[in-house]
């Protein structure tokens, strides 16, 4: 098994159980049809402290055994290995990291539970995991369709810093994977802002393995042009790629991966 293979054997599903529909369960399931030898769960059952206090004036929620039974229900039926753990802490997205170095997690799957402005408006606590997160996230919306029909990778291929090119290298492995998984098409966007830095196209076919008709190389704001190519060709996930922060820059909103996910209204893998 390839190591971008073993990103999907071994999951974590965030589970907020003051939610009805779970989406990034759905989506593991679905993961666990498709892969060849199934998927391993395991679910991370929290609120978060933060979204809780602004819905609600005080904490009523109480979820007993049949509610627990009702939620691993799917995952009894389809015979999945599961794993569970229930959290109550102000620290959510620390214990979020904790939960995937003890179970030894290859991918993150949440749900994104907004649908003002059909964009992807990711609470602080999800935020702050996307930004420390060592192995990738995927943000599940609502609207996507559980099947990959079309896969889009952005990149930056005419990067000269070495951290780039190799989140480049894995954004590409990984979308190449997943396209074979799924038996998805796979797309590749590369935006650049300055007509002097117009990236070789013989070069981007070579390196990213894409059909010719399969290239999106379009001058303009990284931001527009990503989420533009994503609505044209209906794109059901995109793969982003973002370098991780720590200390003070970790606190640090408005990169521009934050931008792109805004702007999107489909499913992301956010790849540090």
């Given at each position: 098994?390839?190591?971008?293979?073993?990103?999907?054997?071994?999951?974590?599903?965030?589970?907020?159980?003051?939610?009805?529909?779970?989406?990034?369960?759905?989506?593991?399931?679905?993961?666990?049809?498709?892969?060849?030898?199934?998927?391993?769960?395991?679910?991370?059952?929290?609120?978060?402290?933060?979204?809780?206090?602004?819905?609600?004036?005080?904490?009523?929620?109480?979820?007993?055994?049949?509610?627990f039974a009702d939620l691993?229900?799917?995952?009894?039926?389809?015979?999945?290995?599961?794993?569970?753990?229930?959290?109550?802490?102000?620290?959510?997205?620390?214990?979020?990291?904790?939960?995937?170095?003890?179970?030894?997690?290859?991918?993150?799957?949440?749900?994104?539970?907004?649908?003002?402005?059909?964009?992807?408006?990711?609470?602080?606590?999800?935020?702050?995991?996307?930004?420390?997160?060592?192995?990738?996230?995927?943000?599940?919306?609502?609207?996507?369709?559980?099947?990959?029909?079309?896969?889009?990778?952005?990149v930056n291929m005419?990067?000269?810093?070495?951290?780039?090119?190799?989140?480049?290298?894995?954004?590409?492995?990984?979308?190449?994977?997943?396209?074979?998984?799924?038996?998805?098409?796979?797309?590749?966007?590369?935006?650049?802002?300055?007509?002097?830095?117009?990236?070789?196209?013989?070069?981007?076919?070579?390196?990213?393995?894409?059909?010719?008709?399969?290239?999106?190389?379009?001058?303009?704001?990284?931001?527009?042009?990503?989420?533009?190519?994503?609505?044209?060709?209906?794109?059901?996930?995109?793969?982003?790629?973002?370098?991780?922060?720590?200390?003070?820059?970790?606190?640090?909103?408005?990169?521009?991966?934050?931008?792109?996910?805004?702007?999107?209204?489909?499913?992301?893998?956010?790849?540090?």
């Amino acid at each position: 098994m390839s190591e971008e293979l073993k990103t999907f054997s071994d999951v974590l599903v965030v589970i907020d159980p003051a939610k009805k529909e779970q989406y990034a369960l759905k989506r593991a399931l679905k993961m666990n049809e498709i892969l060849d030898g199934g998927v391993k769960i395991h679910l991370f059952i929290s609120f978060e402290m933060d979204e809780l206090r602004k819905s609600q004036n005080g904490f009523d929620f109480h979820c007993d055994n049949k509610w627990f039974a009702d939620l691993v229900k799917p995952l009894e039926k389809a015979n999945v290995d599961y794993t569970a753990e229930v959290f109550w802490t102000p620290d959510w997205h620390l214990s979020v990291i904790g939960s995937v170095k003890r179970h030894n997690i290859g991918l993150i799957i949440m749900s994104d539970y907004t649908t003002e402005k059909n964009r992807n408006e990711l609470s602080a606590a999800k935020w702050s995991l996307l930004r420390v997160s060592e192995c990738p996230v995927l943000i599940v919306h609502p609207a996507t369709e559980l099947q990959r029909k079309t896969i889009l990778a952005a990149v930056n291929m005419q990067t000269d810093n070495p951290r780039y090119a190799d989140l480049n290298q894995k954004i590409l492995k990984l979308t190449q994977v997943m396209s074979v998984v799924y038996g998805a098409e796979k797309h590749v966007v590369n935006a650049y802002e300055d007509s002097m830095q117009f990236p070789d196209r013989a070069k981007l076919l070579r390196d990213t393995n894409v059909e010719q008709q399969n290239m999106h190389v379009v001058l303009g704001n990284p931001t527009d042009i990503i989420s533009e190519v994503a609505d044209e060709i209906d794109a059901d996930v995109v793969i982003i790629g973002t370098l991780s922060r720590r200390g003070i820059m970790a606190a640090m909103r408005g990169n521009k991966s934050e931008e792109i996910i805004r702007k999107l209204n489909r499913d992301i893998i956010v790849l540090n």
